[in-house]
């Protein structure tokens, strides 16, 4: 049984950093896409960052871009999310997400990812 699990979550005051961990155990990891999104109350899910184990492409959505980050440590089956230049609207609860074949259009869709972490709320202040 996969299981992702977030953590790095906090509050920061805007134009701060933080960095989100995602651990994950449960099977074989060589071949994969994970994902990042985000949710805040009253909205829908949004995409965030994933990567693509096979050849390190990164993907990002447009209100993040030069903003974050997204990074993988194979040996230890973990990917982080780099978040610098925080501002208030990056206030949500991120979710990382993870399926073996996503295709590079549908990266970007909640639909095309089978696992979930629990998330991790992100409070930044203005």
């Known amino acids: 049984q996969v299981q992702l699990v977030e953590s790095g979550g906090g509050l920061v005051q805007a134009g701060g950093s933080l960095r989100l961990s995602c651990a994950a155990s449960?099977?074989?990891?060589?071949?994969?896409?994970m994902g990042w999104f985000r949710q805040a109350p009253g909205k829908e899910r949004e995409f965030v960052a994933a990567?693509?184990?096979?050849?390190?492409?990164?993907y990002y959505g447009d209100s993040v871009k030069g903003r974050f980050t997204i990074s993988r440590d194979n040996a230890k089956n973990t990917v982080y999310l780099q978040m610098n230049s925080l501002k208030p609207e990056d206030t949500a609860v991120y979710y990382c997400?993870?399926?073996?074949?996503?295709?590079?259009?549908?990266?970007?869709?909640?639909?095309?990812?089978?696992?979930w972490g629990q998330g991790t709320q992100v409070t930044v202040s203005s």
């Open positions: 997400a993870l399926d073996l074949y996503v295709s590079t259009l549908r990266v970007y869709f909640v639909d095309e990812y089978h696992y």
């Open positions: 449960g099977g074989t990891f060589s071949v994969y896409v």
């Open positions: 990567i693509r184990s096979s050849s390190n492409t990164t």
